[in-house]
């Protein structure tokens, strides 16, 4: 079992991210949420626009998202996540 957000448990594994850091990070590199994609894409790292739309909507996504986001823009996944700590209860779950 996976936690989610505010650290309650889910089965699907999908976490909450800072939306206001992720369109932050977006932004600063000058990225549209398509060209986002396109870029993760072209990186080797799969983040359909869909899954940027929903993350920046404030809807949970996936973990593996996520990660995928966090290296994306080279960031620790701590630094997205709304609840760092459930880093540390994932890992111990």
Known sequence: MLYGENGMKTMDGRVALDVTRLKDLRMRLGLSQEKAAEQCISKGIY?????IKRA?????????????LALFYQIDIKDILIDPQLIEQRHSA
């Open 47 to 51: 983040v359909s626009i869909s899954s």
């Open 56 to 68: 920046e909507l404030g809807m949970n996504v996936l973990y593996r998202t996520a990660n995928n």
